[in-house]
C-alpha cells in the first residue's frame, strides 16, 4: 500500500538525512510555508532544543516564532491551545513525554475536548512534538514511552515515525491540519539516518501504515526504533525466514487494512513498541486484528515490549528491559 | 456584538439592560432546573452581573474572553443570543454547541467567546494563548480571563500570568472575587488579604475594585485595556462581589446564611446602578419597568423556543470530534449499534 503524496511536479529529489535533520527541514519547510505557524517550548530557541532538533531555526525566523517559554509546561500548552483557537497554528516541543503529566489538564480536558465541546465550532490545529524511549541511562523520569496514553484519548491524532521519511512526511501533516497531532519521537532515533524527499509538499497521510519490506512468513508490525532494527533483523534471517515488516506510524488513527492485508499474506503477527505491555497500544493492534483476520491467523500473536516497570538507571537493568531486534527474534522463533 | 460606550447615556442604558437581563435569564435558568427541565447542572451568576458587563462595556468586538463554570453571564455581557444560549441548556440542535456543551461550555468564538469552562483555573491559559494570537498576528485586540477566586489556587493560572507578563502579552486577568470557591470561603483558601497583591509577584499592575459598580469595573477594564494595546503587558484586577445563589443549583449552602446574603443584597449592583441613572435623570421610572418586562419577554420567549426546539439527532454524537474524517469512529458506531450473534 503506497500512501505519500509525491506530486507530479516538483522536485523529487531525496537526500540522506538524520531523523534530527528531517523534523528540522519539515519545521523549517512550514515556518516558510505558512506565517501562522510558531514553534514553542523550553529552550527550543538559542539553545536549540536540548536534542538539538530546532538548533538554527531562531537565527532564521526570529524569537517571534520560535519561541523560549519558562519551565511551565501547563502555561504554554494552554498558551498554545488558546492560540489555536483563535488562528495560529503552534507546534509545541515537550522536551520528555514523561512531562506530559504536568500539562495534562490543558491537553485532556482543553485541546481535546474543545472542537466537541462547542458543536465543531472551533479548530485546534496544535502540533505537539514529544521524545520518548530509554537507552540513554536518563532513568525512568527521562525515559518513558507514553504515547498509549495519548492514542486512546479521543480528540488527538497521535503518530510515532519510524524512518527519517516518515519523520519529515508525518510531521508536516500534523502541522497541517486542523486537529490536535502529537508527534511521539524516539530519542534512541535521531542519529537514525535514511533517504528524505526534499520536496516541500512532500507529506505522509496520519492515519497510514508503511509496508517498509515485503515478507511471506510472518508480519511484524513495528513502531519507532523497532522499524529499523526489525528491518535489520529481516535482512539477517532473509534466505531462512521471510519477514514482512511495517512502520505502523499512525497509533490513531490505525491504519487496520494494512495490517490485516499483511497477516491476511502472512497468517503470523509479532506486535513490536516501546511501551508497557498491559492495556495497550499492543493490545489494540492485536484486536483489531483480531476481529478483522481472525481466520487468517496461523498462530498466536506475540507482542515485544516494556514489561510493566519504569526504565531503570544502571545499564544492566535498562538493557534487560527495553526490546529489541532479539526480542523481535525470539517472537518470532515462537510462532514461525 | 455592539460594545458599549458606558460612557454615554446610551451605553449606560445598555449596560443597564445587560445587567438585567442576566439576571432574569439565570433567575429562568434557575426555575428552570429546579422544575427538572434542564439536564447536567447550572451555576448561576446572580449578584455578579456588574463584573460580566462592566468588564465587557470595555473590551472591543473582536477581543476575546475566556469564562468559568458561570458562564451565562460573560456571554450575555458579550452580546450572545438568549434563544442559543437556552436552547444549549436544553441540550438541543440549535444550542450554540448543537446540545454537546450545556450550561458549562457554552462558547461563540465567532463573538469572542471561548467557553465557558468546567474547570477550575483552565481559562487563563486560553486567554493567555489568544493575546499570544494577538501579539503574532500585530492584531489590535485583547485577551481577558474571568475567573475566580477558586482558581487563584490553582497552579496553571500562575504559569499563565508569569508568561503573559514576561511576554508582554495583551492580557487581562479579572478574578471575579465572589467570596466563595464552591462551598469554601475565600478566607480559608488564601492567605492574601486582597487577591490582586498576587500581581507584585510578577511584576504588573494589581488593583481590587468595587466588583458591585459596573462603573468601577469598566474604568479598572479600560485602563488595562489601553496598557494591553501599549504593549506594556497584562494586568490583574481583582473584583469584589457576592454569589447571590449556591455553588451549583440544589447546593444546601452550609457555609453561609441568609443574613450574610443580605448584606451584599443592601449594595445589590443592578439596584445601586438603576438609581444612579435614575438621578441623573438617564433614565425614568417607567422606562426602567419597560426595558424589565421587555427583557422578561425576551427571556420567557427564549426559554420557550428552547423546549420546543429539536434534540439532536442520535447519530450526531460521533460527529465535531475532528476536522479531519476518522474512520474509526463511524466503524466504532456502527459495531457498538450492530446486533450480537450475528457470524462475521
Redesign the interface.
Known amino acids: 500500500m503506497s500512501t505519500e503524496s509525491m506530486p507530479s511536479s516538483g522536485p523529487s529529489d531525496t537526500e540522506e538525512m538524520t531523523v534530527r535533520e528531517a523534523i528540522r527541514l519539515a519545521m523549517q519547510e512550514e515556518l516558510n510555508l505558512d506565517e ?1 505557524v ?1 514553534i514553542v517550548g523550553e529552550d527550543v530557541g538559542e539553545f536549540g532544543g536540548v536534542f538539538e532538533v530546532t538548533s538554527g531555526l531562531v537565527d532564521e525566523f526570529g524569537e ?2 520560535v ?1 523560549d ?2 519551565i ?1 509546561e ?15 497554528r ?1 507546534v509545541v516541543e515537550i522536551m520528555f513525554a514523561d512531562f506530559l503529566g504536568v500539562c495534562s ?2 491537553i485532556i ?2 485541546m481535546a475536548k ?10 485546534m490545529p496544535v502540533t505537539v512534538r514529544t521524545t520518548e524511549g530509554g537507552g540513554m541511562g536518563a532513568a525512568s523520569q527521562h525515559s518513558g514511552t507514553l504515547h498509549t496514553w495519548f492514542a486512546h484519548f ?2 488527538i ?1 497521535a503518530v510515532a515515525p519510524g524512518t527519517p521519511r516518515a519523520a519529515k512526511g508525518l510531521l508536516k501533516s500534523a502541522i497541517r ?3 490536535p497531532v502529537f508527534v511521539f519521537e524516539n530519542k534512541a532515533m535521531y542519529e537514525q539516518t535514511g533517504d528524505v524527499p526534499l520536496d516541500e509538499d512532500f507529506t505522509i497521510p ?2 497510514t501504515a508503511n509496508v517498509e519490506r515485503e515478507g511471506d512468513d510472518v508480519t511484524v508490525v513495528a513502531t519507532q526504533r523497532l522499524v529499523g532494527e526489525s528491518l535489520e533483523l529481516a535482512d539477517k534471517l532473509a534466505g531462512e525466514t521471510s519477514v514482512e515488516v511495517i512502520d505502523l506510524r499512525s497509533l ?3 491504519d487496520t487494512d494494512t495490517l490485516v492485508e499483511s497477516v491476511d499474506k502472512t497468517g503470523r503477527l509479532i506486535i513490536a513498541d516501546e511501551s508497557p505491555l498491559s492495556y495497550g497500544t499492543h493490545a489494540e493492534i492485536a484486536t483489531r486484528v483480531m476481529e478483522n483476520a481472525f481466520f487468517s491467523l496461523d498462530a498466536p500473536i506475540q507482542r515485544v515490549g516494556v514489561a510493566d516497570v519504569h526504565i531503570p538507571f544502571s545499564p544492566t537493568l535498562e538493557e534487560e528491559v527495553l526490546p529489541d531486534a532479539d526480542d523481535v527474534k525470539a517472537a518470532i522463533d515462537r510462532v514461525v | 456584538m455592539v460594545s458599549i460606550d458606558i460612557e454615554t447615556e446610551s451605553g449606560q442604558k445598555e449596560a443597564l439592560r445587560r445587567m438585567l437581563t442576566i439576571r432574569a435569564f439565570d433567575t429562568k435558568a434557575g426555575e428552570l432546573f429546579g422544575d427538572g427541565e434542564l439536564p447536567g447542572f447550572v451555576h448561576l451568576y446572580i449578584g455578579e452581573e456588574a463584573v460580566g458587563v462592566g468588564a465587557c462595556s470595555a473590551l472591543e468586538e473582536d477581543d ?1 474572553i ?1 469564562s468559568t463554570h458561570r458562564g451565562h453571564g460573560h456571554c450575555i455581557a458579550k452580546g450572545l443570543e438568549l434563544e442559543e444560549m437556552m436552547s444549549e441548556l436544553y441540550g438541543k440542535a440549535n ?7 450545556g450550561s458549562m ?1 457554552i ?4 463573538a469572542g467567546m ?2 465557558a ?3 477550575v483555573g ?1 481559562g ?14 500585530g492584531e489590535d485586540t485583547v ?1 481577558l480571563a474571568f475567573f475566580g477566586d477558586g482558581a487563584v489556587a490553582q ?2 493560572i500562575h ?2 500570568i ?2 503573559a507578563a ?2 508582554d502579552l495583551p492580557a487581562i486577568f479579572l478574578v471575579e472575587n465572589n467570596q466563595f470557591g464552591e462551598g469554601t470561603p475565600v478566607e480559608k483558601q488564601h492567605n492574601l488579604q486582597n487577591l490582586s497583591e498576587t500581581a507584585e509577584a510578577y511584576n504588573i499592575p494589581g488593583f481590587t475594585v468595587d466588583g458591585m459598580d459596573v462603573t468601577a469595573v469598566y474604568e479598572a477594564v479600560k485602563e488595562a485595556r489601553k496598557r494591553a494595546l501599549a504593549q506594556d503587558g497584562p494586568t490583574f484586577i481583582e473584583a469584589d462581589t457576592y454569589r447571590y445563589r449556591g455553588h451549583f443549583e440544589g447546593d444546601q449552602q452550609p457555609y453561609r446564611t441568609d443574613e450574610d446574603i443580605a448584606i451584599w443584597k443592601e449594595n445589590d449592583a443592578i439596584e445601586q446602578f438603576r438609581k444612579r441613572l435614575i438621578d441623573a435623570g438617564t433614565i425614568t421610572e417607567s422606562e426602567f419597568d419597560e426595558m424589565e418586562s421587555e427583557i422578561s419577554e425576551q427571556v420567557e420567549a427564549a426559554a420557550k423556543t428552547a423546549k420546543e426546539a429539536k434534540y439532536p439527532d442520535p447519530n450526531e454524537a460521533y ?6 474524517s ?3 469512529i463511524n466503524d466504532f458506531a456502527q459495531q457498538m449499534r450492530t446486533d450480537g450473534g450475528e457470524d462475521r
Open positions: 501562522d510558531f517571534d516564532r519561541r517559554t519558562p511551565s501547563a502555561g504554554f500548552m494552554g498558551a498554545a491551545v488558546g492560540a489555536a483557537a483563535t488562528g495560529t503552534p489538564e490543558q480536558n482543553q474543545n472542537r466537541y465541546m462547542f458543536g465543531g465550532k472551533t479548530e479521543p480528540g491524532i491540519s486542523d486537529d496520519l492515519g490513531y488513527p490505525l | 476575546y475566556t444550542g450554540y454547541c448543537n446540545g454537546k456543551g461550555h462558547a461563540d468564538v465567532d471561548l467557553g469552562n468546567g474547570i483552565a487563563p491559559p486560553l486567554a493567555t494563548g489568544a493575546a499570544l494570537t494577538s501579539q503574532i498576528k485577551a497552579g496553571q504559569e499563565s508569569n508568561l514576561t511576554w460527529d465535531d470530534m475532528f476536522n479531519a476518522v474512520p474509526e
